[in-house]
Structures are given as structure tokens and as C-alpha cells.
């Protein structure tokens, strides 16, 4: 009777959700486009891959759906093509789903969907809870089997919607079936995504069981897709023959595609039943000196950039590391992934790539004992509107805020909380600046690891606005034995910029102008003002936001916006989107030899516009405040093309002559 009840609540529960086609929030870790959205290849561009490595690019393993929603409640429904079962995966790792919520900055498992006898449509509830604050959820598809449908379910009235898309850069992982992820208990124990979380970069999964032998199909795959560096389980499935045959045509391959990515192989493991099968020792054996010997033939020739990680995939010399002698166990796996992580971290951060925001339980990267600095140390410089509190944390939100910090040692961490999602460029001793996040409460991010001896400096700008979010920096950390040094690279000149969109760099990096918003396609550091401010060699600080102008904001229903919401009041704030809390500018420790004052365009851009007296009478307050904080006597307006940009030259004109502007 119990169970009965049992199976009647639940049927209520799913009853009451409200379903959405998972494909409609956007798919995560998945290298390129595919007709079938859950499919991690189209395999129809390769007409050569034969019927097995089809049906094995179908299936979804690595891909994940994000989102985000306030239900109490979230459940699924999911159908997969039928497949004969394997014998060393479970059912879940098949078949089913799992799925993982942030919590204070990490990826905590939350549940595991079971699927039905009959692998028919199999339907579960994951999450029921009290609370409705927002939950942002990583639902991971099954390893082995191809997704037919997949909804997810949350209770009618709550809000439902796609998570941004995974921060940091883009990792391809091809390989065997240990990179598939066989013998992992459920789908996001595959070593691919737990390194993905660990280190807060976007890694692909493209692993093909029994069939990662390099062959130019393979090396075409990921030749054409879109990656920053390559990590290659190439050595477990093919023979020692075949590794010395196709492994330089394979690296030709990706390399005229991708001249600069680097390119990290894997020695395959250590299978544990070797030492009982000597026919089986020999083949290893072969195998494993052929990869060493063919990998120093490529070093030997000049190929740069590639890395041969050997002990690649170790399980760990107790032998009980994998489920059947060759494919690892949860075990295995967690020993895996703790050999590769610090030594991923310094080959891509070496190279500038990825965030490494490791998501380990006490927010540390591996490695040995830390020294932590408080974000407010004298070491630290900021440039732009920040604010310092006694816990010793540092927070801002106007975009184009950076730091500058010189610190001794090979590695620098810092720890950071952040309202939103945001995203920031970083350049360690002025290599090519590299793009990383913030997001969720107290991430640990590793900024810079394997660096040689001496002293190095960094700088770190936001690149997206205020309304993306406000980020707090609490702490820094180097290796004990190091410091944080001040950085004697000071400008003596200081610019500030007022201004829209313009300035922000809003979409400056997307691909054209059709293109949807995305919080990624911003970079101030690509702006005029930037640009601006760095061929007069100065410092400069940003207070700019998109869509708002002197009088009217872009989009507003009535001819004059609220004083707070446009420019003219809100650069007087010391948070973007905060309106009680005013910038000091009696304690700025920094004073502006120049203003340059971009504003106008969206006053004047569709719709109502203001009248001339409106926004000269607007003009004129916001020269006044200006000259009220001591600001220059002098502001520099600049114009922008604009749909009554005449009219607007005329009120630049006027101002300037009542400014005593040249």
C-alpha cells in the first residue's frame, strides 16, 4: 500500500511540471553543429567513418545541458536509441542522466537519473526542494547511447532559462574508450568532465571507444573543429605499428589548421593484468616505447608545442585503479584526473589558455603550501572605482577596472566571488593577453602557474559592463617562500571616459552585426578609449554603459528617462548598478588630467527625442558636476554618426564654446 501511495505522489509530482526540450537551452561541450541536436559529430560531412565510429560520434557522451531556474521542483524525460548493453558500464553511465548544481563557486552532484528496463521513454524527478532562490544547473547526457528526446521539467510558473555559455577556452579531447568514459560509474564521473569543472575550461569530448586509432577521417574531425588546444588519448587502441605509421600525418593534419594549439598526448595506461599475460605485456610494451620514439622523432624534425605527458593516463601502481584490467574505475579515474591537473594547468597556462578555476573543496589548486594576500595589500593597484572593505576584499563592477600586481615565484592564485558571470583579460609579463571568468561565490582561479624564476607582473581588466555583474577579489596566494612585490610601473597621465555602448566595446569582438548579444563579445580593452588611452601611454578609467545617454536612454517609453538611469547621474556612482552608494571623489586616488565625454547617440537615436532645451539644460548639470568634483575645466566630447547627428553638432558646438573648449 506504501509503495502504491509512493508511485501515486510521484505521478502527481511529474504531472505538475511543465516540460521544455532540453535542445532549445543550448547544448555545453559540444565541438561543432550537428543536425541532430544531441549527436557530438555530423557525421554525414564524413562519408568515410564507418557504420561503428557513427554510431559511437551519435551518442552523447561529454555533452552537457546548462540552465537555470528558480522550480522547486526539476525533473526529466528522456528516450535513447535501443543498444545492446556493455559489460563494464552501468546502466546510468549508459543510459542515464546526471546532473550538477553550483554551490559557492563549485559543481556539486545533485542526482542521477535512472533509466527505465526497456530503454523506452524514461522519466525521473532529480531535484524537490523548499527554496526558490536560483539553482544553476549541468544536466550530463548519457556516455553510450544516442539521445532520441530530452526534456527537462520544472514547476508551471517558475522560471526556466539556458545558462551562459561555459566559460573559458575550448579544449577537444580525442581518444579511446577510456576518454569516452566507459567504466565511470555515471556520465560526469568520465575524466573529461571532471576535468572540465576542475579547471573551468570547455572540454569536448570526443572520445570513441575501441576506435581512437588516428585516422585522417579522425585527424580531418578535428582539424575542422574550432579548439584552443588539443588533449590526445592516441596511444591506447592502435597498435605499436600503426602509431609509428600515422602519428606525423595526424599532427600535419591538425597542425595546418591549428599552427599554434597545443597539442598534449597521453600515454596510454598501464593495463593490470599484464604482468599474467606475456603476449599482452609485449604488445604494451611495444606500444608505449613506439609513442615515446615516434613523439622525439617530431621533436627532433622541429615540431613545436607538443607535449607527451608519459605517465599519461595513470591509475595508480596498487593495480586497483580499473573494473576489468585495462578500463578505470572511479578510482582510476580520480587518479587520473589528480596526475593531469597541474600538469594541464602549466602547459595551457604557459601557453595562455583557459581559467584553471579549480573546483577542489577547499578552492586551492594542487600543489604545496600557500601564502595569502588580502585583495586591499599596497601591492595590489587599482585603477578605477572600487571599494575596499576591512575583511580585506576589493569589489567593482564599471567595466575597463584593472589591476596591476608584480609577484616572484612560477604561480599566482587568487580567490574571487562574483554576483554575475564576468569576463576579464589577463597578461602575465606582457605576453598575449588570455580571457578568463569569474562567477558563483568564492572561486579559486589559477592566474598564472609554471613560470620560470624572477620577478613578473600582471594586469587583470574587466571587459564586460556592470550590469553583468559586480566582482569582489578577496584574496591572492603564491607559493610559500613568495610575495607580492608593488608594481613600479606607474603612468604619470590619467584619462577618464564618460560615454555608451561606444565605449564599452559592446559586441566589439562578434562576428557581425546580426549577431544576438553575448556578454563574451564584449572587450573594453578593444575600445577607442582604450586604445586611446594607450597610445598617450596613460592610465585611464572607464564610467560607461550601454543604451544610456545624457537625457533619453535607448528604448525608453517617454521623452525624458529618469535622472538616475542615465549618464548624467549614474557616473557619479560608485557601482554601476548600485544608485545609493556615491563615488568619493575627494579620496580618488587617482585625478584626471582629461575627460572625453561620448554621449548623445542614444539621446538622439530613434523615437522620442528631447528637446533642445531638455538636453542642453542636461548638458549643462553635467558639465556643472563635473567641475563641482574638480574635475578639468576642459572635457573633450567626441561624436559619433547617429540619426540626428546634426542637431547633435550643433549642442557639441554650443557646449564646447560655453565649455571655453578649443
Not at 591572492?476 to 564618460?498: C, K, Q, V, W, Y
Not at 544576438?516 to 585611464?540: G, K
Request: glycine share 8%; aromatic share 8%.
Amino acid at each position: 500500500m506504501s509503495l502504491l501511495f509512493f508511485l501515486c505522489c510521484m505521478g502527481t509530482v511529474r504531472a505538475q511540471l511543465h516540460y521544455v526540450e532540453a535542445s532549445t537551452l543550448g547544448i555545453l561541450h559540444k565541438c561543432c553543429s550537428t543536425e541532430q541536436p544531441y549527436h557530438r559529430v555530423d557525421t554525414s560531412r564524413y562519408p568515410t567513418l564507418t557504420s561503428a565510429q557513427k554510431e559511437l560520434l551519435s551518442q552523447g557522451a561529454g555533452l552537457a545541458v546548462g540552465f537555470t531556474t528558480d522550480s522547486r521542483t526539476i525533473g526529466v524525460r528522456w528516450q535513447c536509441r535501443p543498444r545492446k548493453p556493455l559489460h563494464n558500464a552501468s546502466d546510468i553511465a549508459q543510459s542515464g542522466l546526471d546532473l550538477y548544481v553550483r554551490d559557492s563557486g563549485r559543481w556539486v552532484y545533485a542526482g542521477s537519473a535512472v533509466p527505465s528496463a526497456a530503454e523506452t521513454l524514461s522519466e525521473s524527478v532529480l531535484v524537490r526542494r523548499t527554496g526558490t532562490e536560483p539553482l544553476e544547473c549541468l544536466l550530463y547526457l548519457p556516455l553510450f547511447r544516442e539521445v532520441v528526446s530530452l526534456q527537462i521539467g520544472v514547476d508551471r510558473g517558475s522560471r526556466l532559462s539556458a545558462a551562459d555559455g561555459w566559460p573559458g577556452n575550448r579544449v577537444v579531447v580525442y581518444g579511446s574508450s577510456i576518454t569516452h568514459g566507459i567504466a565511470a560509474s555515471r556520465p560526469g564521473m568520465a575524466y573529461v568532465a571532471r576535468l572540465s569543472r576542475a579547471m573551468g575550461l570547455d572540454l569536448c569530448n570526443l572520445g570513441l571507444s575501441g576506435n581512437g586509432t588516428m585516422t585522417p577521417t579522425h585527424a580531418r574531425i578535428l582539424a575542422e573543429t574550432r579548439a584552443d588546444a588539443f588533449l590526445l588519448d592516441c596511444f591506447s587502441n592502435p597498435s605499436a605499428e600503426v602509431i609509428r605509421h600515422r602519428l606525423r600525418p595526424f599532427v600535419d593534419t591538425l597542425r595546418r589548421a591549428h599552427p599554434n594549439a597545443p597539442l598534449i598526448f597521453l600515454q596510454t595506461l598501464y593495463r593490470t593484468h599484464r604482468p599474467f599475460n606475456p603476449s599482452l605485456d609485449a604488445a604494451e610494451s611495444a606500444k608505449r616505447r613506439a609513442a615515446r620514439e615516434a613523439f622525439a622523432g617530431l621533436q627532433a624534425l622541429g615540431y613545436r608545442n607538443i607535449w607527451l605527458l608519459d605517465p599519461g593516463l595513470d591509475t595508480g601502481v596498487d593495480r586497483e585503479g580499473t573494473i576489468d584490467g585495462t578500463h578505470p574505475n572511479d578510482l582510476g579515474i580520480e587518479r587520473i584526473v589528480d596526475r593531469l591537473l597541474p600538469q594541464l594547468t602549466a602547459i595551457l597556462s604557459r601557453c595562455g589558455i583557459g581559467t584553471a578555476a579549480v573546483n577542489s573543496p577547499t578552492g586551492d589548486c594542487p600543489g604545496g603550501e600557500l601564502r595569502r594576500w588580502p585583495a586591499t595589500d599596497p601591492s595590489v593597484r587599482y585603477v578605477g572605482r572600487v571599494a575596499r572593505s576591512g575583511d580585506g576584499s576589493v569589489s567593482f563592477d564599471w567595466t575597463g577596472s584593472y589591476l596591476t600586481l608584480c609577484f616572484t615565484g612560477s604561480s599566482l592564485r587568487m580567490r574571487v566571488s562574483d554576483t554575475g558571470r564576468n569576463y576579464y583579460n589577463l597578461r602575465i609579463d606582457n605576453d598575449s593577453s588570455r580571457v578568463l571568468s569569474t562567477f558563483g561565490r568564492d572561486s579559486s582561479i589559477l592566474l598564472a602557474s609554471g613560470l620560470g624564476p624572477g620577478i613578473h607582473r600582471l594586469w587583470l581588466q574587466k571587459r564586460t559592463e556592470g550590469r553583468e555583474g559586480r566582482t569582489t577579489i578577496h584574496e591572492f596566494a603564491t607559493e610559500a617562500g613568495d610575495s607580492l612585490l608593488p608594481d613600479t610601473l606607474r603612468r604619470n597621465r590619467h584619462i577618464e571616459f564618460i560615454g555608451d555602448s561606444y565605449t564599452c566595446g559592446y559586441g566589439v569582438e562578434g562576428r557581425n552585426r546580426h549577431e544576438h548579444f553575448r556578454a563574451e563579445t564584449r572587450n573594453s580593452d578593444r575600445t577607442y578609449a582604450c586604445l586611446t588611452a594607450r597610445s598617450f601611454d596613460t592610465d585611464y578609467t572607464l564610467v560607461t554603459r550601454s543604451g544610456r545617454g545624457v537625457v533619453w536612454n535607448y528604448g525608453e517609453k517617454r521623452r525624458l528617462s529618469p535622472v538616475a538611469g542615465t549618464m548624467t547621474g549614474r557616473m557619479m556612482h560608485l557601482y554601476d548598478e548600485v544608485d545609493s552608494l556615491l563615488w568619493d571623489f575627494t579620496r580618488s586616488p587617482w585625478h584626471p588630467d582629461a575627460v572625453v565625454i561620448n554621449l548623445g547617440t542614444n539621446d538622439f537615436s530613434r523615437g522620442l527625442h528631447p528637446t533642445d532645451r531638455q538636453f542642453w539644460r542636461e548638458c549643462e548639470r553635467l558639465l556643472a558636476q563635473f567641475r563641482q568634483v574638480g574635475r578639468p575645466s576642459q572635457p573633450f566630447g567626441p561624436m559619433q554618426d547617429c540619426p540626428a547627428a546634426d542637431s547633435l553638432c550643433c549642442h557639441i558646438d554650443r557646449l564646447a564654446d560655453a565649455a571655453q573648449c578649443d
